[in-house]
Every structure is written in C-alpha cells, then in structure tokens.
C-alpha cells in the first residue's frame, strides 16, 4: 500500500492524483483478467452442459424399463406362486401391485439420484446452465 | 441393412436378427454351435484387443492419435468408476472397462449395414446382467456378510408395514437383472426395426408411382434415425456400465 495515502493535503475519502492513476491501472488489469476468467468458462460450458445433458439421457431411458422391470418381475413372482399353490389369480395381483410399487420406488430412487449428482455438477444453480443473453 | 428382398413388399424387419449356425456343434446334448452371434462377439473381441494394444504400442509420454483415443477411453471409464465407487472401486475396472467396452463395441458393430447386432438379442444382455448380478450378490455377502440383507430392511420403518416394505425392497432388487437386460436387448432391437422400416417405406413409396414423390420424406427420417442410433448405441453402453457401476457400489455399502 502506498505511504501518501493519509498524506497533507488529502482530505479523507480522497485520494492523490498519483494513487488515482495507480488504481486506475488495477481496475484495467482486473478488468482483462476478469474477460479472460470469462472467456475461459464459456469455453468450459458447453462441455459441462454436454455431460449433464448426457447424464440426463441416460437417466431418461433408464426410468420407463426400471419401472417395467419391477411391474413384470411382480407379475412373474405372482403367477408362478399361484401357479404352485393354485391359487391364481390372487397372489398374481398382490405382487403385480407389489411390483409397481417397487417399480415406482425405483424410478424415485434413480430421479433422487439423478438430482443430487446434478445440483453437484452445477453447484447448484440449475437451470443457468445455458448462458443467457442477458447475462452479459 | 435395409435393401434385401425388394420384392415389392415391405421387406421383413425382423429378418436381421435371425441367428444362423456357422458351425454347427454340441456339446453334452446342447446346441453349441457357432453362430453369426458368436462371429461379431469374436470380431468385437478382437477389435478392443487389437485397437489397444496396437494404440498402446509407442506408450508415448505425448500420446499419438490412437494412443489417446485408448487413454481417452480408459479415462472416461475410470472416471465413472471413481465418481460411482470412490477409489476403492478401481478394483473392479477391469470387469467395468471390459463390459463397457465390449457393449460398445457391439453395438456400434451392429451400425454397420448389413452387420449382426449381438446386442438386440435378450440371451446376450440377459447374460451380462446376471454375471453383473450374481458379482454383486457375492460381494456383498463376503464383504458384508448377513448385513447385506439390511439392504432389504430400510431402517425407520414402522413394524407393522415391515413386511411389505421388505417385499417391496425385495422386488426391486430383483427387477434389477430384468430391467438391466431388457434395457439394452429393447433399445437395439427397436431402433434396428424402426431403421429398416423406416428404409423400406423408400422402397414402397418408389414402387408406388406417384407417391414415388415424397419418398425423400422417411430417406431423412432414416438418417435422421441413424444419427439418434449411433447415441442410442452410446448412451446404452454408458447407462449398462453406470448401472454396473451402481450395484458394485450398493454391493459395498449396503444400507443407504
């Protein structure tokens, strides 16, 4: 830190045209640095939005045969049971809806899932992921 | 994939997928023959060898083109390993990298016009997924002991919807194979179809006169689809090998 800075003559909250300049000089190089950081995360973006966009793809496709799964792993478990003990058709519906709730555990398992590891990824703002114009 | 049989008619889309005897053999009283099925398994077999250790033959310290696409893969895997597992998970890269590279590798084969796409059969996935799951079965029995049971007995639940819980919870680890298998075996076969479908709408429309006119409309809905299939084909390699990923994990800290 300069030494004039509570020199004669300066009143307080001013400063002397020689410390003028000098932060001026600052602003200017912090300015630069703050364009270059800049610059540097959009290119970083789009990569970062790729891969949540990816990640969201596959958690897409996986959803509908997780909750499919578990419904006909219910059902199967069902018949064959009734099928021993010759009971059809009751444990056969106990466990199709067994299965769908299982299915529907699942599906909120992998979308809780899903959430956490996106919230992480973007620090937690979502839905800035694509840059605005706005912004700028 | 799309032009045999023009006969006018919609050329059959399932006629792709037939499995034919290359050497016929049978071993105790089984059909053991080798098949189509079995020739692109050895093709993308050799192909993942051969493109790694030929990638991997300078072992330069500024990578060659090849050589990073190798790294490249090595990296993108072992990335999700350790993002799912934690470094503890690195033991089971092999296993990891093999399936991932494996899946891909037959699927992007099956792209090829007129390849077979071992993928779109559910004995080849439903396969993969058992290994997958008979793995995290024994894991979590000897790392874990009786405790990996807890895993069906979510902690702070009331008593008296325990059982059903359990169900529940038993039911869903179950569904894991089927839904794992179905996934993948689903995805290649329905895309397969909807491409060679899609093909022989050109055929008909070109044979039908007039309407031979908006027979560039399913021409662009077929590249169109063969673009979605080439991600398809990732994104099925990627979810098979995260879901592997998830299990193991599950496997190795049961009781979340």
């Known amino acids: 830190m300069p030494d004039e800075r509570n020199g004669e003559g300066v009143g307080r909250g001013e400063i002397s045209p020689a410390d003028r300049a000098k932060f001026k000089q600052r602003v200017g190089d912090l300015g630069k640095q703050l364009e270059e950081a800049r610059s540097q995360q959009a290119e970083n973006e789009p990569a970062r939005d790729s891969a949540i966009r990816a990640r969201g793809m596959a958690y897409g496709l996986r959803m509908a045969s997780e909750l499919v799964g578990a419904v006909l792993v219910g059902g199967l478990i069902g018949y064959f049971l009734d099928q021993a003990l010759g009971s059809w058709p009751w444990l056969f519906l106990v466990f199709f809806l067994l299965g769908f709730a299982a299915g529907v555990l699942n599906v909120i398992r992998g979308f809780t899932r899903l959430q956490a590891e996106i919230k992480e990824a ?3 703002d979502i839905g800035h992921a694509v840059p605005d114009d706005e912004d700028d | 994939m799309a032009s045999e049989g023009a006969s006018g008619g919609m050329p059959d889309p399932i006629h792709q997928f037939e499995i034919k005897r290359l050497i016929p053999m049978e071993l105790f009283g089984y059909d053991a023959s080798f ?10 077999v050799a192909l993942i060898v051969g493109f790694l250790l030929f990638a991997m033959r300078g072992r330069a310290l500024v990578p060659s083109r090849t050589q990073s696409l190798a790294e490249t893969s090595y990296e993108f895997v072992a990335g999700m390993t350790r993002e799912g597992m934690g470094e503890q998970g690195m ?3 092999p296993l ?17 016009p007129g390849a077979f796409t071992v993928t779109s059969h559910i004995v080849v996935t439903a396969g993969l997924a058992v290994l997958v799951f008979v793995t995290v079965l024994i894991l979590g029995f000897a790392k874990n002991g009786l405790h990996f049971l807890k895993l069906f007995v979510p902690s702070g639940v009331p008593i008296y919807i325990l059982p059903l819980v359990t169900m529940i919870e038993i039911i869903s680890f179950l569904s894991r194979p089927v839904s794992h298998s179905v996934r993948l075996f689903a995805n290649m076969l329905a895309g397969h179809i909807t491409l060679k479908v899609f093909a022989g ?3 008909m429309l070109l044979g039908a ?6 027979a560039p409309l399913p021409l662009l809905g077929a590249v169109a689809l063969t673009a979605l299939e080439f991600l398809v084909a990732f994104l099925q390699a990627y979810v098979f090998t995260m879901l592997t990923i998830m299990y193991l994990n599950d496997a190795l800290h049961p009781g979340h």
């Open chain 2, 201 to 203: 709408f050109i055929i």
């Open chain 1, 122 to 124: 973007t620090r937690g």
């Open chain 2, 209 to 214: 006169g007039a309407y031979g006119a908006i």
């Open chain 2, 96 to 112: 990891i990298f093999t399936l991932f590279m494996f899946i891909f590798t037959l699927n992007m084969l099956g792209m090829i």
């Open chain 2, 35 to 44: 098949t189509n099925s079995s020739l692109f398994m050895v093709i993308a």
């Open chain 2, 91 to 93: 033991k089971f890269f």
